[in-house]
């Protein structure tokens, strides 16, 4: 099987770069470029690496907790980092992998495949966020050895339930057709909403626990099933195992049905269903046209739904804490905006996995690289800025005030989706699909915080004002040197 999942990871590598016009004209460069990102053990341990540094930063404060039960429910908060981590990977990757036709070399060949290579191809991304928690476990394990270990168990356990929920996903939104794609969309994107608000109530209630713990954590550690929280039950460690084996025990068995109907929807092309849908055409600027195009996929493919909406999330509970707080001013706003278009940045990776197969027909259309980039552009910032102007109008009720931050959700997102765009495109000279694997989208999110800093840092010593015309200024740079890409 091993053997099986490295040709298939270099194959899916392989595809990447030929779509790199850049590299695949020259054969040398492909060839190196090839054995770099080709390898499993180079790749994932380049990106390990990075995340190595994130768990050396969580373990300092294990190491700092008082007790080992508020080490316990620390360690359950950073928990949550594998489970997300492969959430959204799997979710995000599968269909991209799938579409690619990955698999497509192995079909001559006298082998068994199926679903489980695709699940073990998408679970190597998961990886690095292990080793994020491999210090945070050791930390515990330096408190207290038999916790520590359970901890790192738990971690496991949470990748796998994180893995298996976006196999669930995939399996389950895969795209529709029919008179009722319309409705279907609309279900799909409620479906989206309501499935991740679930983890959201989770990280409210698990934020409510850390804050009352020494209250709460008999019933916490003894009751509580529900991951993360099942995490903090390490300072028991009979009912810990116990717990964990009922965790094995329900996801392994619901891990190899959706492994079942995973391989049944590679398989299969089932036609039936199909039916004449209304068309009519309709003539946009190319970078709108694009835009319009890649809106209408992402609709359709729920996976990549999830990949622009799941910054979202990530922002919505500064924001809820901010809109509840009762006391509404434009510097307590600031934050959440600034957070919200520093994870706008993490879009490029949804964005750029849109076309998949379809991308070298989009090589034979007259489009400019600024073209196609604007277009990304444009569909990275929908959520982002959406959400930055929605905040500040349903904030200006409380304070008119706050309307002067409108100019702040519209740049900021701007500038730092432009900065993420020039960073994978900037020794790009035609359309491409760059790689933009785990460690790419670190370094992206690194370089926004820089540039948010120093606008943050200007905004707060010299004004509101200053600020944006730093941010204005640097958009515009940006801007300035995509279009001579």
Known sequence: MREIVRVLYRELHYRRLKNNPQIA???????????????????????SLIFLFLGFMMAGAILDAKNEERAAVLLATYALLPFVMALYTTTVNASYVISMGIFEPLKPLPI?????????????????AVVAMLPVSAAMTYRAPIPGFLSFLWVLVGTFLGHTLGLLIYTTFRGSRGRLSKLKTAGRVVGVFLFLSIFYAINYVQVYVNEHYEELLPFFTKYSVAYPFSVASIVEPLSSSLLLLIYLAILIPVYLILLGRLWESMEVRASSGAGIAEFRARAHKPVLALAVKDLKIVTRKTPLMVGLLFPLFIILPSAIGVLSSGRISGRALAPTLLIVAWMASTGIDAVLKIDGPEFEFLRSLPLTLPEFLGSKLIVMNIVPVLTGIGLVLV????????????????????????????????????????????????????LNGLVLGSVTALWFLAGYVYGMLLATAMLLLFMWRLLRL
């Open 112 to 128: 068994k495949t199926g679903a489980k290579y695709l699940s073990a191809l998408l679970a190597i991304d998961n990886v690095p």
């Open 395 to 446: 904030a200006a009720r409380w304070d008119s005030f706050v309307l002067v931050l409108l100019p702040a959700a519209l740049v900021l997102p701007l500038l730092t989706s432009s900065v993420s765009v020039l960073f994978v495109y900037w020794n790009e000279g035609d359309l491409s699909v760059p790689e933009t694997d785990f460690g790419v989208v670190f370094l992206i999110m690194l």
């Open 25 to 47: 004209s020259n054969p040398e460069k492909f060839r190196a470029q090839l054995r770099r990102s080709g390898d499993i053990r180079r790749g994932v341990a380049t990106q």
